[in-house]
């Protein structure tokens, strides 16, 4: 063999030599779940002009899909049904009056992870597109009648009792951080605190409209399974 012949031979394994060595570490199996998820939700309306009122509990469940082809980054994605509103507060005065919005859901999140084979850590943080599907009050006076009911504080708005939603679809920012347990490796515990903060208004928002601001805003708690398909 001509010595030029053994020295472009000699390369030629040097570098197949260190390119499976590269694509040894950069080396991750892609990992795939599906799940389900559910818990509770504590929300709230922001108004403008605003209006007295506590945060409304509700639920929230759905269906999960995590993609990580990365060590420490995947996408998550999730359809979702949830309740939201909020609850007027009379501080004090025995009239009740909550308006529940029950929404279907679809946050896209990116996931951050981090932990051991049996215990991480993780964020999620990503938008979220919503539709609502539900409209239900529940009062225990003649709210389509006001301000004529008796005893009903006069110094208070009262036209979000009736107004009729102008945009059922919704959109905004959640975030989100956890646990997960793994159990025998391709099943999954986690448990998670998450937060939506809506862009969209439910009511008109014109100069001439009554509110120039009605969006939503959510707490949520939920515990779910996963499986590694992958």
């Given at each position: 063999?001509?010595?030029?012949?053994?020295?472009?031979?000699?390369?030629?394994?040097?570098?197949?030599?260190?390119?499976?060595?590269?694509?040894?570490?950069?080396?991750?199996?892609?990992?795939?779940?599906?799940?389900?998820?559910g818990g509770a939700s504590l929300s709230s309306q922001s108004f403008y002009p605003s209006v007295k009122?506590?945060?409304?509990?509700?639920?929230?469940?759905?269906?999960?899909?995590?993609?990580?082809?990365?060590?420490?980054?995947?996408?998550?994605?999730?359809?979702?049904?949830?309740?939201?509103?909020?609850?007027?507060?009379?501080?004090?005065?025995?009239?009740?009056?909550?308006?529940?919005?029950?929404?279907?859901?679809?946050?896209?999140?990116?996931?951050?992870?981090?932990?051991?084979?049996?215990?991480?850590?993780?964020?999620?943080?990503?938008?979220?597109?919503?539709?609502?599907?539900?409209?239900?009050?529940?009062?225990?006076?003649?709210?389509?009648?006001?301000?004529?009911?008796?005893?009903?504080?006069?110094?208070?708005?009262?036209?979000?009792?009736?107004?009729?939603?102008?945009?059922?679809?919704?959109?905004?920012?959640?975030?989100?951080?956890?646990?997960?347990?793994?159990?025998?490796?391709?099943?999954?515990?986690?448990?998670?605190?998450?937060?939506?903060?809506?862009?969209?208004?439910?009511?008109?928002?014109?100069?001439?409209?009554?509110?120039?601001?009605?969006?939503?805003?959510?707490?949520?708690?939920?515990?779910?399974?996963?499986?590694?398909?992958?």
């Open positions: 063999m001509k010595p030029s012949s053994s020295r472009i031979y000699l390369t030629a394994v040097m570098l197949l030599m260190a390119c499976i060595t590269a694509t040894a570490q950069r080396h991750y199996i892609p990992h795939v779940h599906v799940g389900v998820h009122e506590t945060m409304l509990p509700g639920m929230t469940f759905g269906v999960s899909f995590r993609y990580a082809e990365e060590r420490h980054v995947g996408l998550m994605a999730e359809l979702n049904i949830e309740q939201r509103g909020w609850k007027e507060n009379f501080e004090g005065a025995t009239f009740e009056f909550q308006r529940r919005l029950t929404y279907i859901e679809l946050p896209l999140m990116t996931h951050i992870f981090f932990g051991s084979r049996t215990f991480k850590g993780f964020f999620n943080l990503g938008p979220e597109v919503g539709y609502m599907i539900g409209d239900k009050v529940t009062a225990n006076f003649p709210y389509n009648r006001l301000p004529d009911v008796a005893g009903f504080p006069d110094n208070r708005r009262y036209e979000q009792m009736t107004l009729d939603v102008s945009s059922r679809f919704d959109y905004g920012i959640t975030a989100g951080a956890g646990i997960e347990f793994i159990i025998k490796r391709r099943n999954s515990i986690t448990l998670e605190g998450r937060y939506y903060y809506g862009l969209g208004n439910i009511f008109p928002s014109a100069r001439s409209d009554t509110f120039s601001a009605s969006r939503g805003s959510s707490i949520q708690i939920t515990l779910g399974y996963l499986f590694r398909l992958k």
